[in-house]
């Protein structure tokens, strides 16, 4: 059993930045990839970007250039730091893990992120 807890949420104008952080707790030793998706309203949720535990990561072509992610592993912690953001990145942000060999989903609680002048 993994638990999550997200933080770093909130409401920034376009062209801001924040960084969202997930901590993980308990079977922590057996996660193999980290990483976040976005649910906006009246659209499927959708993986923003995940990072192996090698550390090779992913981008969707819209998070590439302006997103970048990162993990502690010695704190169970992934991060996500988010550049130049648009009024189109508004979302709930999830953070995911995978977990064991069976890849059993994780997911924290949802973190809300809204882009707006």
């Known amino acids: 059993q993994v638990h999550l807890v997200e933080s770093g949420g909130g409401l920034v104008q376009p062209g801001g930045s924040l960084r969202l952080s997930c901590a993980a707790f308990?079977?922590?030793?057996?996660?193999?990839?980290m990483g976040w998706y976005r649910q906006a309203p009246g659209k499927e949720r959708e993986l923003v970007a995940s990072?192996?535990?090698?550390?090779?990561?992913y981008y969707s072509d819209s998070a590439k250039g302006r997103f970048t992610i990162s993990r502690d592993n010695a704190k169970s912690t992934v991060y996500l730091q988010m550049n130049s953001l648009k009024p189109e990145d508004t979302a709930v942000y999830y953070c995911?893990?995978?977990?064991?060999?069976?890849?059993?989903?994780?997911w924290g609680q949802g973190t809300q992120v809204t882009v707006s002048s």
């Open positions: 995911n893990v995978v977990w064991g060999a069976r890849r059993i989903d994780y």
């Open positions: 308990g079977s922590i030793w057996n996660i193999n990839v």
């Open positions: 990072v192996t535990n090698g550390g090779d990561t």
